[in-house]
């Protein structure tokens, strides 16, 4: 029975990151449905779990995986979004940040694939001696003069 098991799992896909947050979606979904009980809610979740189980069963594993780089590039900037989004109450609410919220960045920035954590290499963020304000610079150009936007404070940095 094992044998059987894992012959027929050999080169599928299997459950990663996005599966998991599939798997969760469909658990929670199950739950509001047995709360309220409502025709959009089931089928929702019933799709949910065809597409969670079409994928833990795929073959095609290329596919899968750029699905699950697309699932944790989408949660590195839902989560960049709410952190900046709090980080400007807790500034005052006069920060206006430096506009990246690693959204759309996909060609630019480095994503690891086990943390979702991504990190920009084309820029280098700098903050102004004077007022704190984040300025993000090109990397690689050398010495130069930053001016910063809010205070017109001027300062020279390696980038
Ligand atoms: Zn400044």
Do not use: H
């Amino acid at each position: 029975m094992r044998e059987k098991y894992f012959r027929f799992m050999q080169g599928r896909y299997g459950i990663d990151a996005l599966g998991r947050f599939l798997i969760y979606s469909v658990m929670i979904f199950s739950l509001l449905n047995l709360l309220f009980g409502s025709l959009i809610l089931f089928t929702l979740d019933l799709a949910i779990w065809s597409y969670a189980f079409y994928r833990v069963f795929s073959k095609d594993i290329y596919k899968r995986s750029m699905e699950n780089n697309r699932y944790l590039n989408f949660k590195a900037c839902i989560s960049g979004k709410i952190k900046r989004f709090f980080n400007r109450f807790q500034q005052g609410g006069n920060a206006s940040g430096d506009g990246s919220d690693g959204c759309g960045q996909k060609f630019r920035s480095k994503c690891n694939s086990f943390s979702g954590k991504c990190y920009d290499d084309t820029y280098k963020v700098f903050k102004c001696p004077k007022c704190r304000q984040k300025l993000r610079v090109p990397r690689g150009k050398g010495k130069i003069m930053i001016t910063c936007r809010r205070c017109q404070y001027e300062f020279i940095k390696r980038t």
